[in-house]
């Protein structure tokens, strides 16, 4: 069974950063991929980011290519979404998955984290 729980959510500026992190129950991180999604209230869920398990291939949505970085420590079963430059509509619940593989039906979800952007 995985279990996910993210952390480091919070309310910035708009040009501000913050970095949020998944942390990963599971009995190793190295054969799934983990991603990022997010919500906007009215909104659909969309995927943000995505980083595979071996090698680890990233992808991004192209509203946040250039500004969040997604990364791993398979040794410590973690998963960071650095989030730079951050805009208004940047503003959501924050939600990282598990996978087999990016692209594929999540297997786990965490429970979010709010990330506010706003003057």
């Known amino acids: 069974q995985v279990q996910l729980v993210e952390s480091g959510g919070g309310s910035v500026q708009p040009g501000s950063s913050l970095r949020l992190s998944c942390e990963v129950s599971a009995f190793t991180l190295d054969y799934y991929a983990i991603g990022w999604f997010r919500q906007a209230p009215g909104k659909e869920r969309e995927g943000v980011s995505c980083?595979?398990?071996?090698?680890?291939?990233?992808n991004y949505a192209d509203s946040v290519k250039g500004r969040f970085t997604i990364s791993r420590d398979n040794r410590k079963k973690m998963v960071y979404l650095q989030m730079n430059s951050l805009k208004a509509e940047d503003t959501a619940i924050y939600y990282c998955?598990?996978?087999?593989?990016?692209?594929?039906?999540?297997?786990?979800w965490g429970q979010g984290a709010q990330v506010t952007v706003g003057s």
């Open positions: 998955a598990a996978y087999a593989a990016c692209g594929g039906v999540p297997v786990a």
């Open positions: 980083i595979s398990g071996s090698p680890a291939v990233t």
